[in-house]
């Protein structure tokens, strides 16, 4: 049974970097999409981003210009950099697993990590 | 404001059935595989539907998807106090180029 689980700080300040990693066990992390995923307080879900094992990566246009997907093979692990973070980045950040591209069917999840943006 | 539109909440008493409708566009809904989602508060959501109307192993058939056109619709009968939670449904968004949900319906088992 494949398990994810975000790691990270639960606290960032205004304008700093927010920085979370999944850690993927029970599977490998060589196949699939490796996605993340967050939900604001009260509001719904928002697709942030993927990365393929190959370390190719698609990210949401509105966050493309300060966000970053990255993989580490040997700890079977991908992470989020999310840059120049505010108040609207608070949210309860999910790493889920997406069985193909451009498909958004993310049979795996972490429990979630919420993260507030706040000095 | 969600990219697919969902009713805010559905009620119904046990044993009967729900549909929680999913509206999208033809770059989204039209064009690509609906999944729905169920997620409990402080859980990890979990995939019921893939590829509109396909369950993973272990979702009973209580749980049903469907398609037509842009609009998607979940089912579930036979409905039990277990049921009680949001329910998501997501795409792919060809034009956005990204993964799109809707803003989610909380069931109520009365």
């Known amino acids: 049974q494949v398990q994810l689980q975000e790691s990270g700080p639960g606290l960032v300040k205004p304008s700093e970097t927010l920085s979370l990693t999944c850690t993927v066990s029970?599977?490998?992390?060589?196949?699939?999409?490796w996605t993340w995923i967050r939900q604001p307080p009260g509001k719904g879900l928002e697709w942030i981003g993927y990365?393929?094992?190959?370390?190719?990566?698609k990210y949401d246009p509105s966050l493309k210009s300060r966000v970053t997907i990255s993989i580490d093979r040997s700890k079977n692990q991908f992470s989020l950099k999310l840059s120049s973070v505010t108040a609207a980045d608070t949210a309860v950040y999910y790493c889920?697993?997406?069985?193909?591209?451009?498909?958004?069917?993310?049979?795996?999840w972490g429990l979630g990590t919420l993260v507030t943006v706040s000095s | 404001q969600s990219v697919l539109t969902q009713p805010p909440s559905v009620s119904a008493a046990p044993g009967q059935k729900v549909t929680i409708s999913c509206s999208g566009n033809?770059?989204?809904?039209?064009?690509?595989?609906v999944s729905w989602y169920q997620h409990l508060p402080g859980t990890a959501p979990k995939l019921l539907i893939f590829d509109n109307n396909k369950r993973p192993s272990g979702i009973p058939d209580r749980f049903s998807g469907s398609k037509s056109g842009t609009s998607a619709t979940l089912g579930i009968t036979g409905l039990q106090t277990g049921d009680e939670a949001d329910y998501y449904c997501g795409t792919w968004d060809t034009s956005l180029s990204g993964g799109v949900f809707g803003g989610g319906t909380k069931v109520t088992v009365l």
């Open positions: 033809s770059s989204n809904i039209g064009n690509n595989y």
């Open positions: 990365i393929y094992y190959s370390g190719r990566t």
């Open positions: 889920a697993r997406d069985c193909c591209a451009d498909r958004a069917n993310f049979d795996y």
């Open positions: 029970g599977g490998s992390i060589s196949s699939n999409y």
